[in-house]
């Protein structure tokens, strides 16, 4: 059974830094590409971050140059470093495996995790 542990979250002033954990099991992890979502009150979620089983990584637009996504495969776990937060990062972040299809990313579970939460004050 897949399972998916999201952590790290917390309370920041705009400008400051947090590291996400996400611990996956159930799943071959060094096969998958994995990804960091986020959902923001009253808006869908968002793929913000990406890394393939290569370690090539692509990120939304929004946190491009302030977000780095990492993967530690001995471990089965995922990072997302944010620096320079900003209140609009404000959102309960998840992450997913991800599968490719016509060039898009697609979350490859459909049950995601607690996810765990993101709140930047201004």
């Known amino acids: 059974q897949v399972q998916l542990v999201e952590s790290g979250g917390g309370l920041v002033q705009a400008g400051g830094s947090l590291t996400l954990s996400c611990a996956a099991s159930?799943?071959?992890?060094?096969?998958?590409?994995m990804g960091w979502y986020r959902q923001a009150p009253g808006k869908q979620r968002e793929l913000v971050a990406s890394?393939?089983?290569?370690?090539?990584?692509n990120y939304a637009d929004s946190v491009k140059g302030r977000f780095a996504i990492s993967r530690e495969n001995a471990k089965n776990t995922v990072y997302l470093r944010m620096n320079s937060l900003k209140p609009e990062d404000t959102a309960v972040y998840y992450c997913?495996?991800?599968?490719?299809?016509?060039?898009?990313?697609?979350?490859?579970?459909?049950?995601w995790g607690q996810g765990t939460q993101v709140t930047v004050s201004s």
């Open positions: 997913n495996a991800l599968r490719l299809s016509s060039g898009n990313y697609y979350p490859l579970f459909g049950s």
């Open positions: 159930g799943i071959i992890f060094s096969i998958n590409a």
């Open positions: 890394i393939t089983v290569r370690g090539n990584t």
